[in-house]
């Protein structure tokens, strides 16, 4: 196994490299999950040195990356350029880890275009500067592999123990090779050894022992956070949302199909796994006479059970079916198929260059179905209209009682996010779905304007939401709902659109209400 010389050069060129492409987004004001828990827990912390957050509900995720960014604020002050600056530091040294893991397992030149492309994967991209952890976690798995594949054990489980600090799912990559190293042992004697085990499969019980490690520091916390708060796995309401909620074999069976998606073929990385089964079809290119090398089959089989762990197991729990949960894998899919274009293709560079500006297109264009805005440059249309929407608010409705939903009530009623230079007074609904509006406008005496705003993407022409049995999958096992357009929650309210604004499948609107005006709802139908 090789690895670089020059990691400080490497990684001095991939930083200045991603902080030029996001230099656009870096003082955009927090969105979704950075403004609902991840900033306010790094403030807290900042604040009051407590690891427990206060002034949001804890969720138990470990503090690692939280306290990163409070000393980051400690150090620069608490503003957005410094809590992006600090997580592309984050986002150059995950690369550098991918960098390292393809040259052990590859050659440089593998190396290089692995990197480029989980630099340029839309969802790597977006997360790169976003105040949220599974990147910081994927990053720390990257070098923890990279030390495992050196077999330097007790050095990977130093890694591999601050990934699960920085977020408890990486638990699962350790926990996956302590399966490969009992698979090792059982077929250290079989005809096929040579394809299962690379390297020496004796003292079995030590590199188990050595693995399982991370366990202990991720356990303590558990334990503290128990006896801060008298809950190990967060608040009731979270555990059910992303475990005891999503333990039904229909709902683990949806959530397989789209966790392989995601894998495999989201944002056009099919381009990259699909070029790279045509390419099997192909012989070995030969240079001098001697075929490319490949990776090792049991490096392969490393990847593919770290691969295999995480699409199972995020499946089976969490209540979002998100794609950043899967990016401690979905860079192992990338060298994987980088290394057989390189093998079997002769102009393969060409290939990967195809790839990467596949990559670059889907930042700014969504796809015909429903996704999270937090996977390409959508995140950003959304923070922008939100700007917009709630500073007409706060200047032509000072005083107002605002009706929103979660996380606009965040942002008007902390100025510190980035979006209102004074808290305002917000009545918080859950959503803009039928019901929830209906309900609202039995109490709309209690406020003055409505700020309505789509809480999903909402693509121009649907390609699966066509399908009425699969909206109502959504509806039962993912939460979903229709939001209300702006000008039909605006009659049930009882007022008038006096502003709105939308980017390519997402949109705002204040609505004035007018409380002289009495409407019975059930006469709209």
Request: aromatic share 14%; proline share 5%; with cysteine.
């Given at each position: 196994?090789?690895?670089?010389?020059?990691?400080?050069?490497?990684?001095?060129?991939?930083?200045?490299?991603?902080?030029?492409?996001?230099?656009?987004?870096?003082?955009?004001?927090?969105?979704?999950?950075?403004?609902?828990?991840?900033?306010?827990?790094?403030?807290?912390?900042?604040?009051?040195?407590?690891?427990?957050?206060?002034?949001?509900?804890?969720?138990?995720?470990?503090?690692?990356?939280?306290?990163?960014?409070?000393?980051?604020?400690?150090?620069?002050?608490?503003?957005?350029?410094?809590?992006?600056?600090?997580?592309?530091?984050?986002?150059?040294?995950?690369l550098l880890g991918v960098f390292r893991?393809?040259?052990?397992?590859?050659?440089?030149?593998?190396?290089?275009?692995?990197?480029?492309?989980?630099?340029?994967?839309?969802?790597?991209?977006?997360?790169?500067?976003?105040?949220?952890?599974?990147?910081?976690?994927?990053?720390?798995?990257?070098?923890?592999?990279?030390?495992?594949?050196?077999?330097?054990?007790?050095?990977?489980?130093?890694?591999?123990?601050l990934a699960a600090l920085a977020k408890?799912?990486?638990?699962?990559?350790?926990?996956?090779?302590?399966?490969?190293?009992?698979?090792?042992?059982?077929?250290?004697?079989?005809?096929?050894?040579?394809?299962?085990?690379?390297?020496?499969?004796?003292?079995?019980?030590?590199?188990?022992?050595?693995?399982?490690?991370?366990?202990?520091?991720?356990?303590?916390?558990?334990?503290?956070?128990?006896?801060?708060?008298?809950?190990?796995?967060?608040?009731?309401?979270?555990?059910?949302?992303?475990?005891?909620?999503?333990?039904?074999?229909?709902?683990?069976?949806?959530?397989?199909?789209?966790?392989?998606?995601?894998?495999?073929?989201?944002?056009?990385?099919?381009?990259?796994?699909?070029?790279?089964?045509?390419?099997?079809?192909?012989?070995?290119?030969?240079?001098?006479?001697?075929?490319?090398?490949?990776?090792?089959?049991?490096?392969?089989?490393?990847?593919?059970?770290?691969?295999?762990?995480?699409?199972?197991?995020?499946?089976?729990?969490?209540?979002?079916?998100?794609?950043?949960?899967?990016?401690?894998?979905?860079?192992?899919?990338?060298?994987?198929?980088?290394?057989?274009?390189?093998?079997?293709?002769?102009?393969?560079?060409?290939?990967?260059?195809?790839?990467?500006?596949?990559?670059?297109?889907?930042?700014?264009?969504?796809p015909p179905y429903g996704f999270s805005?937090?996977?390409?440059?959508?995140?950003?249309?959304?923070?922008?209209?939100?700007?917009?929407?709630?500073?007409?608010?706060?200047?032509?409705?000072?005083?107002?009682?605002?009706?929103?939903?979660?996380?606009?009530?965040?942002?008007?009623?902390?100025?510190?996010?980035?979006?209102?230079?004074?808290?305002?007074?917000?009545?918080?609904?859950?959503?803009?779905?039928?019901?929830?509006?209906?309900?609202?406008?039995?109490?709309?005496?209690?406020?003055?304007?409505?700020?309505?705003?789509?809480?999903?993407?909402?693509?121009?022409?649907?390609?699966?939401?066509?399908?009425?049995?699969?909206?109502?999958?959504?509806?039962?096992?993912?939460?979903?709902?229709?939001?209300?357009?702006?000008?039909?929650?605006?009659?049930?309210?009882?007022?008038?659109?006096?502003?709105?604004?939308?980017?390519?499948?997402?949109?705002?609107?204040?609505?004035?209400?007018?409380?002289?005006?009495?409407?019975?709802?059930?006469?709209?139908?």
């Open positions: 196994m090789r690895s670089s010389s020059q990691p400080a050069l490497i990684f001095a060129l991939i930083f200045i490299g991603i902080f030029l492409l996001h230099v656009p987004f870096l003082q955009l004001p927090y969105f979704w999950d950075e403004a609902g828990y991840y900033v306010p827990a790094a403030r807290d912390l900042l604040l009051t040195g407590s690891l427990i957050p206060h002034t949001t509900v804890s969720n138990a995720h470990p503090p690692l990356v939280m306290a990163w960014v409070a000393l980051w604020w400690k150090i620069a002050g608490f503003a957005p350029l410094v809590t992006r600056s600090a997580m592309l530091v984050i986002a150059a040294f995950s893991l393809a040259e052990q397992v590859s050659n440089r030149e593998v190396a290089i275009a692995s990197t480029v492309c989980a630099a340029l994967y839309p969802v790597f991209f977006a997360q790169s500067s976003l105040a949220q952890v599974d990147l910081a976690a994927a990053g720390l798995t990257f070098w923890g592999l990279s030390f495992y594949v050196e077999d330097r054990r007790l050095t990977a489980a130093v890694w591999f123990s408890e799912t990486a638990i699962l990559t350790p926990v996956a090779l302590v399966a490969w190293e009992l698979l090792r042992w059982i077929f250290r004697e079989s005809r096929l050894r040579r394809l299962w085990v690379e390297g020496d499969s004796s003292n079995v019980l030590r590199r188990i022992l050595l693995l399982l490690i991370p366990i202990v520091p991720l356990l303590a916390w558990y334990c503290y956070h128990y006896g801060r708060t008298g809950y190990v796995f967060g608040n009731p309401e979270f555990v059910r949302y992303n475990v005891t909620a999503t333990l039904n074999p229909l709902r683990f069976l949806l959530a397989l199909i789209l966790r392989l998606w995601q894998a495999f073929g989201y944002m056009h990385s099919w381009l990259l796994t699909g070029g790279m089964l045509l390419a099997m079809l192909l012989p070995p290119v030969l240079d001098d006479g001697v075929e490319r090398r490949r990776i090792s089959i049991p490096m392969q089989m490393v990847f593919s059970v770290v691969i295999a762990a995480y699409v199972v197991a995020m499946a089976l729990i969490g209540g979002a079916v998100l794609a950043r949960y899967l990016l401690p894998v979905v860079p192992l899919v990338i060298i994987l198929a980088v290394s057989t274009l390189r093998r079997r293709l002769r102009h393969w560079t060409a290939a990967v260059a195809i790839v990467g500006v596949a990559f670059v297109a889907a930042w700014f264009w969504n805005p937090e996977d390409n440059l959508a995140y950003a249309d959304y923070v922008r209209l939100h700007q917009d929407a709630e500073r007409f608010v706060e200047a032509r409705y000072p005083m107002a009682h605002v009706l929103t939903a979660w996380p606009a009530s965040d942002e008007l009623t902390r100025p510190w996010l980035g979006y209102t230079t004074r808290p305002m007074q917000v009545v918080r609904i859950e959503d803009f779905s039928m019901e929830q509006v209906l309900s609202a406008a039995e109490f709309r005496q209690n406020f003055d304007v409505a700020f309505v705003f789509s809480t999903k993407y909402e693509p121009s022409h649907p390609m699966l939401d066509r399908w009425e049995a699969w909206t109502k999958l959504k509806e039962r096992f993912f939460g979903f709902e229709r939001d209300l357009p702006a000008e039909a929650a605006a009659r049930i309210l009882g007022g008038h659109v006096v502003f709105s604004e939308h980017r390519k499948g997402e949109r705002v609107a204040v609505i004035e209400i007018e409380h002289a005006q009495v409407l019975d709802a059930r006469n709209l139908e």
